[in-house]
């Protein structure tokens, strides 16, 4: 197992990307020291370890270079330690389909919560609002594909769509009630409610998925730091 000092995570504990890291970390059983980040006045070693996107999470393992992205990380993660609770399905095709919903979450489902947040007036938020409903149908039935009537996408246990899209939990839950609307529910994606609730008690997960008042810490930083846009 790896040792604690010869691993580090740059991170936030509220930053989803970084909690995908540390799931993973938790579902393999790696000691790794946490060396908490304040966006807000990000440090030499961040600057230095991830000079091209100057964000977390970044990795730092034994003497190798650091490594920065989430989904990145959990792959490598992923590919040296193999024997224990392995993420990607070994099969080539179930792994790009996999890596298609990564890619989906990360780069359409996910922004729209920040498109959300920035968007001015009753009206645009409305229409985000329904985008996200949408997408989060197209989730659900994304869920009854993988999981194949099983609890996680991954079937029996989590895999790695129930890590990508599980460490955005918390920030559901947190935009849901800070925008009056729900975008899981029982009647629209009722699998996919059921998938929630499993996530948030999970042994490995459920010390890692942010409260709300860190979140609600990091979206003050952030209403500070990137404003609504003017209206
Ligand atoms: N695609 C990146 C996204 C990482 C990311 O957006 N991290 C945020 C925290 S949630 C960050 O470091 N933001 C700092 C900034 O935007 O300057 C990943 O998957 O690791």
Redesign the pocket.
């Known amino acids: 197992m790896g040792n604690s000092s010869d691993i580090k995570l740059l991170g936030?504990a509220a930053?989803?990307?970084v909690n995908r890291v540390q799931f993973v970390f938790n579902l393999k059983s790696i000691e790794y020291e946490f060396v908490n980040e304040n966006?807000a006045c990000k440090s030499e070693l961040l600057l230095t370890s991830n000079p091209v996107y100057?964000?977390?999470?970044v990795l730092l393992y034994a003497n190798n270079p650091p490594l920065?992205?989430?989904?990145i990380i959990i792959e490598y993660l992923d590919e040296i330690y193999p024997d224990i609770h392995p993420i990607l399905p070994s099969d080539p095709l179930d792994k790009a389909n996999n890596r298609f919903w990564a890619n989906y979450i990360?780069t359409k489902f996910f922004p729209l919560f920040e498109e959300l947040r920035r968007t001015p007036g009753k009206e645009g938020k409305e229409a985000i609002k329904k985008q996200i409903i949408e997408g989060s149908e197209l989730l659900e039935e994304a869920f009854v594909k993988f999981s194949k009537g099983k609890a996680y996408f991954g079937g029996d246990d989590l895999g790695y769509l129930d890590v990508v899209l599980g460490c955005y939990v918390g920030w559901i839950k947190f935009v849901e009630k800070n925008n009056d609307f729900k975008m899981i529910d029982e009647v629209r994606t009722p699998k996919l409610l059921e998938w929630t609730n499993r996530i948030w008690s999970h042994e490995a997960l459920k010390d890692v998925i942010p409260g709300s008042e860190t979140l609600m810490n990091f979206y003050m930083m952030l209403q500070t730091y990137k404003p609504p846009r003017a209206a």
């Open positions: 936030t930053s989803p990307f966006l100057k964000k977390v999470p920065a992205e989430s989904l990360d």
